[in-house]
Protein backbone atom coordinates (compact mmCIF):
# COMPACT_ATOMS: atom_id res chain seq x y z
CA UNK A 1 0.00 0.00 0.00
CA UNK A 2 2.96 2.75 1.44
CA UNK A 3 4.45 1.70 -2.43
CA UNK A 4 0.97 2.53 -4.32
CA UNK A 5 0.87 5.43 -2.47
CA UNK A 6 4.19 6.61 -3.22
CA UNK A 7 3.43 6.26 -6.82
CA UNK A 8 0.70 8.29 -7.10
CA UNK A 9 1.99 11.00 -4.99
CA UNK A 10 4.58 10.94 -7.84
CA UNK A 11 2.38 11.32 -10.75
CA UNK A 12 0.57 13.86 -9.31
CA UNK A 13 3.72 15.27 -8.43
CA UNK A 14 4.35 14.99 -12.53
CA UNK A 15 0.96 16.26 -13.27
CA UNK A 16 1.93 19.52 -10.98
CA UNK A 17 4.75 19.65 -13.20
CA UNK A 18 3.41 19.91 -16.18
CA UNK A 19 1.26 22.50 -15.29
CA UNK A 20 3.57 25.11 -13.77
CA UNK A 21 5.73 24.36 -17.27
CA UNK A 22 2.90 25.18 -19.22
CA UNK A 23 3.15 22.05 -21.07
CA UNK A 24 -1.29 21.75 -20.95
CA UNK A 25 -1.32 25.46 -22.07
CA UNK A 26 0.08 27.25 -24.66
CA UNK A 27 1.99 29.63 -22.00
CA UNK A 28 5.87 29.86 -22.54
CA UNK A 29 8.23 29.22 -19.76
CA UNK A 30 9.91 31.97 -18.37
CA UNK A 31 13.47 31.15 -17.02
CA UNK A 32 15.99 32.66 -14.92
CA UNK A 33 19.35 31.89 -15.11
CA UNK A 34 21.04 32.99 -11.98
CA UNK A 35 24.72 33.83 -13.19
CA UNK A 36 26.80 33.59 -9.67
CA UNK A 37 29.41 36.28 -8.13
CA UNK A 38 30.74 39.12 -10.76
CA UNK A 39 33.01 42.03 -10.98
CA UNK A 40 35.14 41.94 -7.49
CA UNK A 41 33.07 38.92 -7.02
CA UNK A 42 35.01 36.54 -8.16
CA UNK A 43 33.65 33.40 -6.36
CA UNK A 44 35.92 30.34 -6.07
CA UNK A 45 39.24 30.25 -7.62
CA UNK A 46 40.32 27.36 -9.07
CA UNK A 47 44.19 25.04 -9.15
CA UNK A 48 44.53 26.41 -12.49
CA UNK A 49 43.37 30.04 -11.64
CA UNK A 50 39.84 29.76 -13.58
CA UNK A 51 37.14 32.14 -11.65
CA UNK A 52 33.98 31.35 -10.77
CA UNK A 53 32.53 34.41 -11.95
CA UNK A 54 34.30 33.64 -15.83
CA UNK A 55 33.07 29.97 -15.68
CA UNK A 56 29.42 30.45 -14.92
CA UNK A 57 29.18 33.09 -17.26
CA UNK A 58 30.55 31.22 -20.13
CA UNK A 59 28.33 28.19 -19.16
CA UNK A 60 24.94 31.02 -19.15
CA UNK A 61 25.99 32.08 -22.86
CA UNK A 62 26.26 29.05 -23.92
CA UNK A 63 22.87 27.95 -22.74
CA UNK A 64 21.51 31.51 -24.33
CA UNK A 65 22.96 30.67 -27.55
CA UNK A 66 21.90 26.55 -28.04
CA UNK A 67 18.73 28.38 -27.11
CA UNK A 68 18.58 30.59 -29.65
CA UNK A 69 19.07 27.73 -32.08
CA UNK A 70 15.86 25.70 -30.95
CA UNK A 71 12.82 25.97 -33.26
CA UNK A 72 10.68 26.89 -30.46
CA UNK A 73 13.38 28.82 -27.63
CA UNK A 74 12.51 29.07 -23.66
CA UNK A 75 12.18 32.94 -22.38
CA UNK A 76 15.33 32.91 -20.82
CA UNK A 77 17.10 35.93 -19.14
CA UNK A 78 20.42 35.73 -17.12
CA UNK A 79 21.02 37.99 -14.22
CA UNK A 80 24.13 39.75 -15.57
CA UNK A 81 25.04 39.55 -19.04
CA UNK A 82 28.73 40.94 -18.58
CA UNK A 83 31.36 40.70 -15.51
CA UNK A 84 29.36 43.18 -13.31
CA UNK A 85 28.65 42.43 -9.45
CA UNK A 86 24.53 42.22 -9.17
CA UNK A 87 23.22 42.48 -5.69
CA UNK A 88 21.80 39.02 -4.04
CA UNK A 89 18.88 40.94 -3.59
CA UNK A 90 18.47 42.28 -7.30
CA UNK A 91 18.65 38.84 -8.64
CA UNK A 92 15.62 37.39 -6.57
CA UNK A 93 13.80 40.87 -7.55
CA UNK A 94 14.43 39.70 -11.29
CA UNK A 95 12.28 36.52 -10.56
CA UNK A 96 9.53 38.36 -9.23
CA UNK A 97 9.22 40.75 -11.60
CA UNK A 98 9.26 38.52 -14.78
CA UNK A 99 7.40 36.25 -12.76
CA UNK A 100 9.87 33.06 -13.67
CA UNK A 101 8.72 29.79 -13.44
CA UNK A 102 12.13 28.67 -12.40
CA UNK A 103 15.28 30.41 -10.89
CA UNK A 104 18.30 28.56 -11.64
CA UNK A 105 21.61 29.79 -10.22
CA UNK A 106 24.90 29.00 -11.41
CA UNK A 107 28.04 28.05 -9.60
CA UNK A 108 31.39 26.35 -9.25
CA UNK A 109 32.13 24.44 -5.32
CA UNK A 110 35.14 24.68 -3.87
CA UNK A 111 36.97 21.82 -0.52
CA UNK A 112 39.74 22.65 1.13
CA UNK A 113 39.79 18.71 0.22
CA UNK A 114 41.50 18.51 -3.32
CA UNK A 115 39.40 14.67 -3.41
CA UNK A 116 36.09 16.34 -3.59
CA UNK A 117 34.00 16.46 -6.94
CA UNK A 118 30.84 16.23 -8.33
CA UNK A 119 28.08 17.76 -9.18
CA UNK A 120 26.05 19.46 -5.78
CA UNK A 121 22.16 21.05 -6.44
CA UNK A 122 20.52 22.78 -3.48
CA UNK A 123 17.21 23.79 -3.21
CA UNK A 124 16.19 26.52 0.04
CA UNK A 125 15.65 25.04 3.33
CA UNK A 126 12.42 27.47 4.06
CA UNK A 127 9.85 25.90 3.12
CA UNK A 128 7.66 27.23 0.01
CA UNK A 129 4.83 26.86 -2.25
CA UNK A 130 7.57 25.51 -4.49
CA UNK A 131 9.13 23.20 -2.52
CA UNK A 132 8.40 19.46 -4.39
CA UNK A 133 8.91 20.76 -7.64
CA UNK A 134 12.21 22.67 -6.85
CA UNK A 135 13.54 19.32 -5.56
CA UNK A 136 12.27 17.18 -8.64
CA UNK A 137 14.10 19.80 -11.13
CA UNK A 138 17.13 19.90 -9.02
CA UNK A 139 17.28 15.97 -8.71
CA UNK A 140 16.49 15.73 -12.59
CA UNK A 141 19.55 18.40 -14.04
CA UNK A 142 22.19 16.49 -11.46
CA UNK A 143 21.11 13.50 -12.89
CA UNK A 144 21.62 14.44 -16.37
CA UNK A 145 24.62 15.91 -16.19
CA UNK A 146 26.15 12.90 -13.85
CA UNK A 147 24.90 10.32 -16.45
CA UNK A 148 26.46 12.25 -18.99
CA UNK A 149 29.26 13.43 -18.51
CA UNK A 150 30.22 11.29 -15.89
CA UNK A 151 30.46 13.24 -12.49
CA UNK A 152 30.01 12.12 -8.94
CA UNK A 153 26.55 12.33 -7.86
CA UNK A 154 26.48 14.81 -4.59
CA UNK A 155 22.65 14.45 -4.69
CA UNK A 156 20.14 17.82 -4.15
CA UNK A 157 20.35 19.48 -0.61
CA UNK A 158 18.90 21.95 1.16
CA UNK A 159 20.03 25.10 1.99
CA UNK A 160 19.30 28.92 3.57
CA UNK A 161 21.06 30.85 0.35
CA UNK A 162 19.45 34.20 0.01
CA UNK A 163 18.43 33.75 -4.02
CA UNK A 164 16.81 30.38 -2.47
CA UNK A 165 14.67 31.47 0.37
CA UNK A 166 13.67 34.78 -1.51
CA UNK A 167 12.35 32.61 -4.70
CA UNK A 168 10.96 29.55 -3.19
CA UNK A 169 7.43 31.06 -2.92
CA UNK A 170 7.24 32.35 -6.22
CA UNK A 171 8.54 29.72 -8.94
CA UNK A 172 10.75 26.80 -8.96
CA UNK A 173 14.24 27.34 -7.56
CA UNK A 174 17.07 25.63 -7.36
CA UNK A 175 21.02 26.45 -7.09
CA UNK A 176 23.27 24.50 -8.99
CA UNK A 177 27.28 23.99 -8.60
CA UNK A 178 28.58 22.08 -11.31
CA UNK A 179 31.88 20.85 -10.26
CA UNK A 180 34.78 21.36 -7.79
CA UNK A 181 37.18 24.36 -9.37
CA UNK A 182 39.22 22.89 -6.29
CA UNK A 183 39.77 19.72 -7.65
CA UNK A 184 42.36 19.22 -10.54
CA UNK A 185 39.66 16.72 -12.74
CA UNK A 186 36.97 19.26 -12.64
CA UNK A 187 38.74 21.90 -12.73
CA UNK A 188 40.73 20.85 -15.80
CA UNK A 189 37.10 19.80 -17.15
CA UNK A 190 35.13 22.63 -16.78
CA UNK A 191 38.13 25.22 -18.27
CA UNK A 192 37.35 23.63 -21.35
CA UNK A 193 35.03 25.41 -24.10
CA UNK A 194 34.03 22.39 -25.84
CA UNK A 195 32.94 20.93 -21.93
CA UNK A 196 31.03 24.33 -21.49
CA UNK A 197 28.98 23.93 -24.51
CA UNK A 198 28.15 20.50 -23.01
CA UNK A 199 27.21 21.26 -19.72
CA UNK A 200 25.36 23.75 -21.14
CA UNK A 201 23.06 21.72 -23.33
CA UNK A 202 22.39 19.19 -20.78
CA UNK A 203 21.24 22.14 -18.09
CA UNK A 204 19.06 23.39 -21.29
CA UNK A 205 17.49 20.25 -22.36
CA UNK A 206 16.95 18.91 -18.41
CA UNK A 207 14.61 22.55 -18.12
CA UNK A 208 12.94 22.24 -21.65
CA UNK A 209 11.24 19.26 -19.45
Not at 72 to 101: E, G, Q, V
Not at 112 to 140: C, H, I, L, M, W
Amino acid sequence: MKKVLKNVSFVFLLLKMCIVFGQETSAQKRIIIDVGHGGKDSGAIGINKIQEKDVVLDIANAILKLNNELDKPLDIYLTRYKDTLISLSDRTKLAKTLKADLFVSLHCNHSDNPDARGVEVYTSKKEGEYSEESVFVGYQIEKALCTAIGYESRGVKFANFQVLRETIGYCISILLEVGFLSNWDDGNYISGSINIKLIASIILKSIEL
